[in-house]
């Protein structure tokens, strides 16, 4: 039996599901809990509560929609589908787990359900049979107050309040050493004084107190590095914080003398070439613009007093002499972690209900469960801002793009419904005659339902027969709710033949295997590793709702300077081998028994992949092709006619004689100078062409590459970037220690929810369209995004322009339609559709911004100018872009206070903070070890990342273990992430999604490092651990724990590195204690936030 298969949990109403019973999610990671079985399609529950079945009306038309499928319509008001998002072991899954009966006889498959309720079924619109309004307890209730506490949440520190920032300011000075002066007690913005053992000692000391042992390389503490690039201005500079000419009206300070600080040139406005980005001259623009505010700008909500305001030394009033050697206090500036537990605090405990336009969502890191009641699931889509300006001119002034990162095929939680299938039958979804744009929500329906007009273009357009139904009295057609179409926010189309390639259904796809067999790949045990496993992972492909077995057929091809096709026909005793040597001309020697059905060719697969390691066990040959690789595949593809996948593991830079040729061409000398983008531009165009081709056909290529050393992965990410793949890289790969990762990965990549041949395409209503789009994808015109493939992990961010006016009254609207084939080869379209307000007051904008979502596009848009731009001019028009975004709220929405004081909107204080976490990125500012290689993969990474994503690799999150309550199942609360935060008498965890570091304090009890590691004392940890060993003991088992449950939150398997204090490898580790001034240059949070205080008051001088 496979694992894959849905536990059972039972229809609701005893109605059969609708056919589309759900992807099969992922075992592993993401955000799917491994063991929990998710949510099979449940039951529609009215978004209304108390909706009152109507009487079918005369002439009431028998829809063939979404209620024929016979989804049952719940017509009382239902919060048993609301349960918290419990994490890890809190939850129980729904049912016992057990598979469904073989017949499947509850679980109609897709086809058989499609035809179920054919036209004219009687039981169309709300069938009787649905009226009974209780509910069988499928899910867990929902009790408000009641609610077990979901674990992250557990955070110890209350809320600190704000308010206590502006009262210590006077007496700060800037500086990043803690020696000198204890911080004032009880600041806001602190952890609590539980973060601070008190085995400190003193209070925030240097985390490293004892003395590096000789040669090592520990970093001293930041105030000892009076050479650092990136130092803490002198005292000279303080007036740094109160920087620019005098000017005319401001309250200035004293005009200072400062020289440009070090690390942050002066900003060269309008030198910014072909990037987008800070306006030239925007100088100028400040004292002239129009004033959208209303000044002195609206108050901020009347429950804060002032609470974004961090007000600066007021050094002017004192004589220079009587000047203090002034610091900022790190507790006293935007701390993400109280942020993040604040929002945990007030939202995580209620839904996040869609029905109200401009909504915004409660932060990604923050459980909460989502119910659509027509707007799309901040899981599938979130914006910079959900109130946007209604004119382009006050979306110039603010600087604060406008744009949606957009997850079509998110995963959600087990608690959460996936979007209904709605089949039209022949006719197809309903349409506008001429924007296109899907029936939704928000189409209005006129002259008594028989016509609707479009929400995006105006035009009015009949309503088609089929699709008729009368309108109640207040203008809402009475089927409603019992269509997705017109009540909620995403939803389903069958797609007819018109939506499909050649006016024909297509195929089922196919996933390739194509395996590097040259010697490297042999001799590190690669290839056996992954003959192994595949097979058994062939059992679990990805399948339709409860389908019997994987409608995908599979295929085996070797490759080390030439080609070797299988032949695995069901047929045969042996699988065949075919050796392809011409390489120039790919083509694929064999069609009948290359594809294959998994369990009709088992024993003949099964024989190939012990064969495999066996036949090039012995193998000399070092060289590798690559580019006819993935033309053998797309070959194939074509020849099959179908969509489908090559899985691709290779391990060298592909310098044989063939199409697609490689030469090594790294050279680090090229960093920091004008040439440093061709680093990240493919070294040939040969792969581009390749990669429109297999767009065409629909063949998304995964790469899993085992480099030793260079081999340019940015021009073999070529492909799979632009095919809407995936891109896995085990740099000095070791068995022993990484093909536990490697193994997860690729079990996850195999069995993850993925759509084929994928065209989306964004509409906008008037005023707002679509411009600008990052993401693994292709784009041969500038409104479709084509996608060979596009799994449950790949986001796309679509940036949004002014082309008219917006009005606050109709605001503005988004539809996300994708258009893709299922992994059962069902045509389908995903519609996501959101509201968004618009606004005159740019105190609006401000208040309804996602600071998360803008760093998230800010390090998407920054990381695709470094294939054009030198990466300094694209780290300088972030901040330049920063500045403006901040200092416009500044001059519009704040209320009047003095010059010397920064201040930021409440849901953007965290943009310097994080803003400068993507400058120090190793993409913007590589430090000595970080490969070219390594930035290619990072810079294609964080491109498709959704923002839950990004804000923890920006900013990552680093957990006291030694805090963690064994007999509880939360986490311990997070910290900063900075040194000072670090005791050295204890063990953190930190994460950043693609890494979990295990620190360990030089001075950890015996005790604990015996319980964590089976170790006596701290010299004799290992730390070359990949693992932790498994320990049977409270703390261990906490700590693993904690580690699965972090592995199962993401979607790659993190490597686990274990970091001793004042070991070599501390320097990796330290490179993500993001406050702090980093090794290369980066400027700490507080150096950073004072330079962001400056350029503000530049620009409004
Ligand atoms: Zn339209």
Redesign the pocket.
Known sequence: MSVNQQAHTGPPYGQPQPGYQGYQQPAYGGQSLPGVPQAQYGAYNGPMPGYQQPVPPQGYFPSLGFPSKGSPVSLNSDTSSLAPNFIGSLRAPPTSGAPPPASGASHPSGPLAYSQFEHGDVQNGIPASAAPVQRPPASQPFLPGSAPTPVIQQYGAPPASVQQLRNHMAGMTIGSTAASAPPPAGLGYGVGPSSYPPTTGAPRPPAMPGPPLPGQTVAAPPSSQPNHVSSPPPPSTMAGLHPGPPMSGLHGPPPPTHPPQPGYPMQQNGSFGQMRGPQPNYGGAYPGAPNYGSPPGPPPPPKRLDPDSIPSPQLNELPPQQKPRHRIDPDAIPSPIQVIEDDRNNRGSEPFVTGVRGQVPPLVTTNFLVKDQGNASPRYIRCTSYNIPCTSDMAKQSQVPLAAVIKPLATLPPEETLPYLVDHGESGPVR??????YMCPFMQFIEGGRRFQ?C????VTEVPPHYFQHLDHTGKRVDFYDRPELSLGSYEFLATVDYCKNNKFPSPPAFIFMIDVSYNAVKSGLVRLICEELKSLLDYLPREGNMEESAIRVGFVTYNKVLHFYNVKSSLAQPQMMVVSDVADMFVPLLDGFLVNVNESRTVIASLLDQIPEMFADTRETETVFAPVIQAGLEALKAAECAGKLFIFHTSLPIAEAPGKLKNRDDRKLINTDKEKTLFQPQTSFYNNLAKDCVAQGCCVDLFLFPNQYLDVATLGVVPYQTGGSIYKYAYFQLETDQYRFLNDLRRDVQKEVGFDAVMRVRTSTGIRATDFFGAFYMSNTTDVEMAGLDCDKTITVEFKHDDKLSEDSGALLQCALLYTSCAGQRRLRIHNLSLNCCTQLADLYRNCETDTLINYLAKFAYRGVLSSPVKTVRDALINQCAQILACYRKNCASPSSAGQLILPECMKLLPVYLNCVLKSDVLQPGPEVTTDDRAYIRQLVTSMDVAETNVFFYPRLLPLTKADVDSDSLPAAIRNSEERLSKGDIYLLENGLNIFVWVGVSVQQGLIQNLFGVSSFSQISNALSTLPVLENPFSKKVRSIVDMLQGQRSRYMKLIVVKQEDKLEMLFKHFLVEDKSLTGGASYVDFLCHMHKEIRQLLS
């Open positions: 506008c005659n001429r924007c296109k744009a479009c995006f273009c105006s035009c």
